[in-house]
């Protein structure tokens, strides 16, 4: 069959959960024996998310390929687990980035380079790349941002032109949301024919409406935004809040967005779609036999979205390990020598997250030299991996001025230097260590325990490495480098053998962590958490 082509569009006010329902929706349709695949259209002009704040936009997830994207590819791989790649995001940045390249060439024979055809036609084709290059059967596509705003008016502009040239081969999906006043105790539609009326007046009727709501709809208010919208009312879902997101799959089957889906573009499901694994997970998340503390610590921990990728994973583990992993986000800013046991001495387990600059570094340090003393189980990605060493090195090798050469340029003991290729480089965006490596695990480790194999392929976003130069001094005092680079000799794991169970890691085990394949190293460090 032809590929065909869904989008995803929101409406009333952002952060309603499109990449939740487009996830749920192709975890449905990839139950129902189809292959799908699901992109995010952001309009912010920057290239990528790579050099943008956290604050400004959450975490930055990495690809296999090595294309920092949205935060919401993180929710499309956990939900269908599969990968996703660079044609998987594109931004209104990398658009008019190749527009004008042509333009520089001379490839539009002088012509005046506009929105209409030039912007959208390269919309037009970003979108249909990963049906006509991957033969998918399914190609979701989430536009972000909200119906009305000035930045996402081209893909609009370009949904409309593809009704035309696409036909029965695409269909839109719009999400608005259905607020309860108290005052009045009723929901209201208005907000929704409001959206529904900006989106007609771009061009674009939308085929199915999902309504984000805390109450339950009745068949009144149903039949009441299908008339005024233009749909029917089984195309009328309910999307209810619920106490976790992986019950919105269960949720849109039981409303039948998927056979409602099947239905316009006149196929059937080709199996049932049972999703028998998928709900005894739910079941485990919403009846843990036990529940256990773990700290993260971290610069950004006051915004959750900046560790998304963790604290899904953690939920992964728990259900490996039947127990519910409450996580306490504790900034490292706060943690110090004098009020580490005070601070942490409550939790089973210390995570210390991943970042950049040097803010909140004493923190970290201070929170992994406790975790070692005490035999706390400990996991540190990325710059985690790398305050861990300056850790070992300051308190346990006596090289107190030891540091990393991001910090401090002048360190006289560099045990964290900038990689060798990395030095030429000025330029922020996209130019890190990005992208899956391969690592050679030793035997007899307990990083080889958590993958029980020697070979591995991890992703990475990083410009600093262990320094070699020290790797004898640390493996004599009992810091030993347990998964190695095989091309370049990069020091990826590090651990502590006399202690319960200590790990670093310089690559960021939680972009492959998914609800069927739990992350390893995640699922023994609640594992030794647990059984502390």
Known sequence: ???????????????????????????????????????????????????????EHGECYVTEDGAETDLDLGHYERFLDKPTSQANNVTTGRIYQAVISK???????????????????????????????????????????????????????????LKWELGKNILVIHLTLVP??????????????????????NGVQPDILVLRTEKPLT?????????????????????????????????MQKEKLDTTVLEKFGLQAKEEAKLTSWKNFVNKVKNPKQKIEVALIGKYVELSDAYKSINESFIHAGTANDCKVIVTAIPAEEITDENASVILSKYKGILVAPGFGHRGIEGKISAIQYARENN?????????????????????????DAHSKEMNRKTPHPVIDIMEDQKSISDKGGTMRLGSYPCKVKKGTKAFEAYQKTNINERHR????????????????????????????????????????????????????????????????????INR
């Not at 309860?180 to 007046?201: D, M």
């Not at 991996?385 to 300056?390: L, T």
């Open 219 to 251: 068949k009144e208010i149903r039949k009441k935004v299908a008339n005024f919208c233009n749909v029917d009312i089984n195309s009328v879902i309910e999307s209810i809040d619920v106490s976790t997101i992986y019950e919105v799959p269960l949720l």
């Open 376 to 400: 706390i189980p400990f996991l540190g990605i990325c710059l985690g991996m790398q305050c861990a060493v300056i850790e070992f090195a300051r308190n346990v090798l006596g090289l107190k």
């Open 1 to 55: 069959m032809s590929t065909k082509y869904i989008f995803v569009t929101g409406g009333v006010t952002s952060s309603l959960g499109k990449g939740i329902i487009s996830a749920s929706l192709a975890k449905l349709l990839q139950a129902s024996g189809y292959s799908v695949t699901i992109q995010k259209l952001d309009p912010y002009i920057n290239i990528d998310p790579g050099t943008l704040n956290p604050y």
């Open 180 to 201: 309860y006043l108290s005052a009045p105790g009723e929901l209201k539609t208005k907000p929704t024919q409001h959206s529904v009326k900006l989106l007609l007046e």
């Open 462 to 529: 990083h410009r600093y490495e262990f320094n070699n130069s020290y790797l004898k001094d640390f493996e004599k005092a009992g810091m030993i480098a347990t998964g190695v680079n095989p091309d370049s000799e990069l020091v990826e794991i590090v651990e502590i053998p006399n202690h319960k169970w200590f790990i670093g890691v310089q690559f960021h085990p939680e972009y492959k962590s998914t609800v069927i394949t739990p992350h390893p190293i995640f699922v023994e460090f609640i594992k030794a958490a």
């Open 103 to 161: 333009e520089r060439r001379g490839d539009y024979l002088g012509k005046t380079v506009q929105v209409i055809p030039h912007i959208t036609d390269e919309i037009k084709r970003r979108i249909k790349l990963l049906g006509n290059t991957r033969k998918f059967d399914f190609v979701i596509t989430e536009i972000g941002g909200t119906v009305g705003d000035i930045e996402s008016l081209p893909y609009i502009e370009s949904v409309r032109q």
